[in-house]
């Protein structure tokens, strides 16, 4: 992927009433910001975290959860055994639901983060994927968002989303067998 104009985070966004990106009186630009872009970053933590479920709701409406929003994702089709390419989320609001149904999360880090006009991609680790009992196993992906500042709510319009999924399935419960030949199966012990 090439990212032709980009920009790297630098930015505290003290001066952003955060919470409200409609209220936010935002420089008047067709070009994501690098405050806009560590603004919804940010907000997406808190809402994918769901420390604070009211928090997390709020956080999740503000952003994503437009009719015209749309989530893809090879990692979550094959999890859920869909055919590649199928659309993971259908619309924001189902997605907002989905996220605070599942079990919150231990934490999020955020290991890069990178933005055009445009575009924002996020490379994170999240913890505590399946349960506490996972708190301590990242599980690592990145997320490309697309964002459209011509809309004056709910900016982001479409997210695609990979990550480790072997792990995630690990966590979340599936039973994960090594091949018993092959490049991938187990050295045999040494004799
Ligand atoms: C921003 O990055 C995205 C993703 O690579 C790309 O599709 C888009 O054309 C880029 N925008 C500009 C203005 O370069
Ligand atoms: C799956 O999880 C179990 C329990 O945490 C761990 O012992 C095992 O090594 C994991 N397997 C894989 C393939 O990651």
Redesign the pocket.
């Known amino acids: ?6 920009f790297v985070f630098a930015t505290t966004a003290a001066a952003v009433p955060w919470g409200n990106w409609k209220q936010w009186k935002k420089p008047s630009t067709d ?1 994501l910001t690098d405050e806009m872009a560590a603004y919804i970053q940010e907000r997406s933590r808190v809402f994918q975290l769901k420390a604070d479920l009211a928090e997390a709701r709020a956080a999740g409406e503000e952003l994503f959860a437009a009719d015209e929003y749309k989530q893809y994702g090879h990692s979550i089709n094959s999890l859920r055994g869909d055919a590649l390419g199928t659309l993971v989320e259908p619309d924001g609001r189902t997605y907002v639901e989905n996220v605070l149904s599942a079990p919150p999360l231990a934490r999020i880090d955020s290991l890069a983060t990178l ?5 924002i ?1 996020e490379h994170w680790d999240f913890y505590g994927v399946g349960g506490p009992q996972n708190a301590n196993i990242p599980v690592r992906g990145f997320s ?1 968002t ?1 964002v459209d500042l011509t809309r004056e709510i709910q900016p982001v319009v479409w997210r695609q989303v990979e990550f480790n999924s072997m792990q995630w399935a690990n966590n979340t419960g599936f039973t994960i067998e090594f091949p018993t030949s092959g490049p991938y199966a187990p050295a045999p012990p040494e004799k």
Do not use: E, G, P
Not at 1 to 6: D, N
């Open positions: 992927m090439k990212f032709s104009t980009v070009c933005h055009n006009c445009t575009h991609m490309l697309k």
